[in-house]
């Protein structure tokens, strides 16, 4: 439990974080909140020279809530998720599902940011930007771009982002008045990744469901959303389960992983359903 | 001493001794982080251990090269089995007469074990030298299933090759440890083939780990002036760790002094020696300088000690009308790469004999047989005596079989079987002399309480409920009621590698009417300083807040075997209460030269001795204490201190009654406790509030186990379940309301009438818990599945009677 010896960054701006990766290559890594990375390079499982702290990043904080758009810092909290009122009441699913996150003291450190760019099939923050269809702003040192969360995981801990990138800011598109948001979660504990957790948005003609951890990236599937939003709830089911890939672990086999998806989507629905206007 | 005022009652309220709820003494230092744990201790020029540990659970080592890490600035050495071996200590004995490897020794038994130990200046280098280690390992066939083992051609112990003849007798494969057998096993089959119903069923009881908060480590400081060397850890048993550590290393025993200071839990896990412990000591005495080892979670969950593994086949007979007339049982029992349980030595299967429980059952016979796998080491009784919980949760799923086979109510089952409060003491036909106990009362106050019957009735309810498609939610009613057999014990009996197993007090009051008493146990978090203070109050009358306890220092406390099987209260507890009776009969000779009469002149009044028949004429114990040092009494020693070594007659019995109410999702295989009720007996209760608190992290302890918590394997012997994210300790969150209560039947023998409680809850509340969960399941045809009851193996259970359509 005692990490490699490493080089520690704590730069003031994007701009320098960003040489500071230029200069050290795939030996250089960012950390965040640290609660993904850390345990990972405690097991020696990451192992990097150099760790570029974001933490005196002013420009990668804050939450700006616009009629059409909310904007996420990427060092913004998932305690701040949880206690940022008038996100909230901008999109109540972001904070119902940052409160199936680990616990308070894992939440105070752990950032948004860090949840979607760790690539973790386990982070729930992915599959539920899936569903919001939110987008990441990247920045490196061929200047800024943006990539579609429904476009940015490739498998376990590969992601549409560049060794040199900083993931900075995540859009996401305030869904219309009417919409039902649920999050659903199944987990053994506190503190547990999910066994299975379904995001669902549906509401005036409309629906878009992801699920987490049933697959080696977050599952969004345009076919189950398509029969929600056509309000066919067995057909959504079927579409997600033919695009979920479980695989065995200590939650359980494949039969119990796919029955669990089943019940968890259901749920959200039945939840989103019931709260749409 | 004008308190003349006060009436005896009051002068006994101030006293805050048995029977106060008097707030823990401890806590004042725990709640503020000014505990001194292992890890906080610090010397002059202090190295740092780190091991090299297999990822193999079965393989050759075929070899080791130092060479990297030595190079690493910083690292001081790097021992292997080879550096050991000149000093004969590259094996250690272990508690159950096998003996074990300290270093790998040619091959590997399990994952994580112990390959080589690196030394450095401080830990992170010795972290990294140890990645640095190359370990050139060729693989064996690996062997996790005890049945297999028993068949297969692989050796695991090549060192036993020819041994036919094992610590507890024959041997019958080159896998197999020991058989151990009780009872009549002749009339107990005779008595099967002839019984009306035969409830037969597999119970498993699965591997886990006891966890404690704060992982095993040590301090060894060797002084090369003085040749003296001081051992700090995290011992269970500093007196025996002492010895153990004498006999091996072949220092003199007076040279030796052994402490644990506080101690962040035990509950078994920090019984045994460990490899630790003997590198750190090889390590110091090579380098003179102190060195510590603590190891990490990982390395606790997947090497040392851990707890249950039992399969145990049970046949259970009984009459048509469920008077039960016999039962029979063989355990299968894994025991990993070396046999390094902790148990009596007379005992490899522990007080597994205890297994016919609370009930009156004629005839019986157990056997065990130990099996050798590429698992670790261990089988230490996680918060229980030895193997007691395995026996309370083999004949509470034996009833609750039996009581699905007569289509009978399993509470009423219970009653017509319960040993009647007049049958005490009770011989059981598995050897056993149960002290004392009301069964009946306690069943019958505990179904009361709960209102079983509206238990029962709401749960028919639910299942037309169920039936009728209105709910997916099923309502389980989980009973237990268990007996326990603790305070192990008699010396004629109990003994550890040699070492009896009584234990000790000693006392000294001070001449201003305060006092230190030290015992021969230590405190792993149950109180002992504040409940060990509270008996000495009650029997001498000084308060217990000017009363410390000290214990865990070799040097200072009297020699006793430690504190592990509730054996603190039934043994050092009972030593307490001799050696304060001791003090009061010197002071009721004082006293009577005091007060000029005969000292049978004198009665004891709560704190002091009063003349009989004028109790205006009377001498305070603190009165008593100043002139037992300042005064010259003709014929008596200055001073007033006395020591008692305890050889306890027999174990205590503590019983409870338990019962959980559990709703459970068909869907999800989630579940929700809904009531818990825990009764406990454990005779006199010395401080309510400490029982309490026992209690409740007891049953937390069980709660974890049969929902969750458990060591499991792949085929190729890693450890799946190495860290916390899959090990399950319950938080705040998971753990639910208990309601605790009590009925008091005290040990006719021990000098207090108490019995010891610690361990209580997880003994009688794995079976409740997993009697729930199969309670819920019952109407619609379940009868056995194994523990522990995570989610996917519930929704397995619901999966297999069809319920997911
Ligand atoms: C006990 C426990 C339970 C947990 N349970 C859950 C759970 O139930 N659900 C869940 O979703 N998560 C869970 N987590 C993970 C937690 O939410 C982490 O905080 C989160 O996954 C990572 O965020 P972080 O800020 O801590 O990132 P870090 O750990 O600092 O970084 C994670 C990875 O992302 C990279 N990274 C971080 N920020 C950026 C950035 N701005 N740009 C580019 N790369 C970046 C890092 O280089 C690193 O590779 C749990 C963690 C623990 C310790």
Redesign the interface.
């Known amino acids: ?2 990490p ?2 490493f080089e520690y960054h704590r730069p003031g701006d994007i701009a320098s974080a960003i040489g500071i990766l230029q200069e050290h290559g795939d030996e250089a890594r960012v950390i965040a909140g640290g609660h993904s990375l850390i345990p990972m390079m405690k097991l ?1 499982m990451a192992e990097m020279g150099h760790l570029v702290d974001l933490q005196a990043i002013d420009e990668l904080r804050g939450v700006e809530i616009g009629p059409e758009t909310v904007t996420l810092g990427a060092m913004v909290t998932q305690h701040e998720l949880i206690t940022h009122d008038g996100l909230t009441a901008a999109i109540p699913l972001i904070r119902e599902a940052a409160l199936q996150i680990a ?1 308070p003291q894992v939440r105070y450190m752990g950032t948004v940011g860090g949840n979607v760019a760790n690539g973790d099939p386990g982070n729930d923050m992915p599959g539920l930007m899936q569903c919001l269809n939110a987008s990441f702003e990247l920045s490196g040192p061929d200047g800024n771009r943006s990539v579609a969360a429904r476009d940015f995981y490739e498998a376990a801990y590969f992601t549409a982002r560049e060794d040199e990138e900083i993931l900075t800011r995540i859009s996401i598109p305030v869904p219309g008045a009417g919409v039902g948001q649920a999050y659903e979660k ?1 987990k ?6 999910a ?1 299975a957790a379904a995001a669902v948005m549906v509401g005036n003609g409309t629906a878009s469901v992801a699920m987490t951890n049933l697959a080696d990236t977050p599952v969004w599937s345009e076919s189950a959303s398509t029969a929600l939003a056509g309000g066919n709830v067995d057909a959504c089911v079927t579409a997600m389960l033919d695009a979920i890939e479980p695989v065995e672990d ?4 494949v039969e ?1 992983k796919k ?2 998806a089943a ?1 968890m989507l259901r749920r959200a629905i039945d939840r989103a359903q019931s709260r749409a206007g | 001493m004008n308190d003349q005022t006060l009436t005896p009652e009051e002068r006994a309220t101030n006293l805050k001794g048995m029977g106060c709820a008097r707030k823990r003494v401890e806590d004042v230092r725990f709640t503020q982080g000014k505990g001194n744990y292992v890890d906080d201790i610090k010397l002059d020029g202090m190295l740092f251990g780190a091991f090299v540990r297999s990822p193999y659970a079965h393989a050759r080592v075929v070899s080791v090269n130092k060479e990297a890490a030595l190079a690493v600035p910083g690292v001081v050495a790097v021992l292997t089995a080879e550096d050991l071996a000149p000093l004969g200590l590259h094996w250690m004995p272990t508690l159950a007469g096998d003996k074990q490897m300290v270093l790998a020794d040619g091959k590997v038994l399990f994952q994580g074990q112990e390959v080589a130990y690196v030394v450095a200046e401080d830990r992170y280098i010795a972290a990294d030298a140890a990645e640095l280690v190359e370990v050139d390992y060729e693989e064996l066939p690996v062997l996790t299933d005890p049945f297999e083992a028993l068949k297969s051609d692989v050796v695991l112990r090549e060192d036993l090759a020819g041994q036919t003849e094992g610590a507890h007798g024959p041997r019958k494969h080159h896998n197999h440890i020991f058989t151990w057998e009780q009872g009549d096993k002749d009339a107990t089959e005779a008595v099967l083939g002839e019984a009306d119903v035969v409830a037969e069923e597999m119970v498993y009881y699965h591997r886990t780990h006891p966890c404690p908060l704060e992982t095993c480590g040590c301090v060894a400081s060797m002084d090369k002036v003085t040749g003296k060397l001081t051992l700090y850890g995290t011992f269970q048993a500093p007196h025996a760790i002492r010895t153990v550590v004498s006999l091996i290393s072949g220092l003199a025993e007076h040279n030796i002094r052994v402490i644990s200071p506080d101690i962040g839990g035990g509950f078994g896990n920090k019984v045994g020696a460990y490899a630790g412990y003997v590198c750190s000591v090889v390590a110091s005495i090579v380098t003179g300088q102190p060195v510590k080892w603590v190891e990490n979670r990982m390395e606790n969950l997947m090497a040392t000690a851990f707890a249950r593994d039992y399969w145990m086949q049970g046949k259970i007979a009984a009459t048509k009308e469920g008077k039960i007339t016999g039962l029979w049982c063989h355990t299968t029992a894994d025991h990993g790469g070396f046999d390094a349980c902790a148990d009596p030595s007379k005992f490899p299967a522990g007080f597994m004999n205890i297994c016919t429980g609370s009930y009156d059952i004629p005839t019986a016979y157990l056997a065990v047989d130990g099996v050798y796998t590429n698992k670790a080491p261990g089988g230490v009784a996680y918060r229980c005596s030895f193997r007691v919980t395995e026996a309370a949760y083999f004949i509470e799923r034996m009833i609750e079989v039996l009581a699905i086979k007569l289509n009978m109510d399993a509470a009423e089952l219970r009653r017509i079987n319960f040993i009647k409060a007049d049958q005490f003491p009770y011989q059981s036909a598995l050897g056993w002399e149960y002290d004392s106990g009301d069964y009946h009362t306690a069943w019958d106050k505990a179904l009361k309480a709960v209102d079983y019957d509206g238990l029962r009735a709401e749960q028919a309810q639910r299942i037309e409920e169920f039936k009728a498609g209105k709910t997916r939610k099923l309502l389980g009613i989980g009973l237990t009621h268990f007996t326990e057999i603790v305070g192990a014990g008699p010396v004629k009996n109990c003994d550890i590698l040699g070492m009896g197993m009584f234990d000790s007090c000693e006392i000294r009051i001070h001449p201003t009417g305060s006092a230190i008493a030290r015992i021969g146990a230590i405190s792993q978090g149950q109180g002992h300083a504040t409940t060990f203070a509270q008996i000495i109050a009650s029997e001498i009358g000084l308060p217990a807040d000017d009363i410390t306890l000290e214990e865990g220092d070799t040097d200072t406390a009297p020699y006793g075997l430690g504190t592990y099987g509730s054996r603190s209260t039934p043994v050092a507890g009972a030593a307490t209460a001799v050696a304060s009776r001791k003090i009061r009969a010197k002071a009721q000779m004082i006293a009577a030269y005091l007060l000029e009469v005969h000292d049978g002149d004198l009665e004891w009044d709560v704190d002091r001795f009063a003349v009989k028949g004028a109790p205006e004429r009377f001498k305070t114990m603190k009165e008593i204490a100043f002139a037992a040092y300042n005064q010259a009494i003709p014929g008596l020693e200055p001073g007033l201190e006395a020591v008692s070594y305890y050889d306890p007659p027999n174990m205590t019995y503590p019983f409870g009654a338990y019962i959980c109410v559990m709703e459970i999702d068909v869907d999800t295989g989630e579940w929700d406790v809904r009531k818990f009720y825990a009764l406990d007996d454990c005779g006199t209760r010395i401080n309510p509030m400490i029982i309490e608190g026992q209690v409740h992290g007891g049953v937390t302890e069980a709660l974890a186990i049969a929902m969750g918590q458990e060591i499991a394997y792949d085929e190729m012997g890693n450890v799946k379940t190495g860290t916390l994210m899959d090990f399950f300790i319950p938080t705040a969150w998971e753990t639910p309301n208990y309601t605790t209560d009590h009925t008091v039947t005290p040990s006719p023998h021990h000098p207090i009438g108490a019995k010891g409680v610690g361990e209580s809850p997880n003994v009688g509340g794995v079976p409740a818990f997993s009697n729930a969960v199969h309670d819920a399941f019952r109407p619609f045809g379940l009868v056995q599945s194994h523990m522990p009851h995570d989610h996917w193996r519930i929704w397995k259970i619901a999966n297999g009677l069809g319920m997911h359509g």
Request: net charge positive; charged share 25%; aromatic share 10%.
């Open positions: 439990m005692i490699a010896g020696r616990d199944q053994r504990k506190i503190g547990d990744y066994t200590n939650r359980g086999p119990f029955h669990v019940v």
